[in-house]
């Protein structure tokens, strides 16, 4: 068995609410993705979960977010 990111690979969509205002946050894919150049088979960097960017268009707030990795 291997850990994967339920996130990234659509087993659900999760909810983030903003710490500053409340508003849902969107998610905007893996921090490696959004600041940097990516490919789709990067491996993860850390096994027990996957860094997600989610942001606020209220407030402009910007979190990363660790997602817990699963076993498939």
Given at each position: ?72
């Amino acid at each position: 068995m291997e850990r994967i990111c339920p996130v990234c690979n659509k087993l659900y969509n999760i909810s983030i609410r903003c710490s500053k205002c409340g508003n849902l946050m969107a998610e905007k894919g893996r921090d490696d993705e959004y600041l940097d150049d990516y490919t789709a088979n990067m491996p993860l960097e850390n096994s027990t979960c996957c860094t997600h960017i989610f942001y606020c268009y209220k407030c402009d707030k910007m979190e990363k977010i660790c997602i817990n990795n699963e076993f498939m």
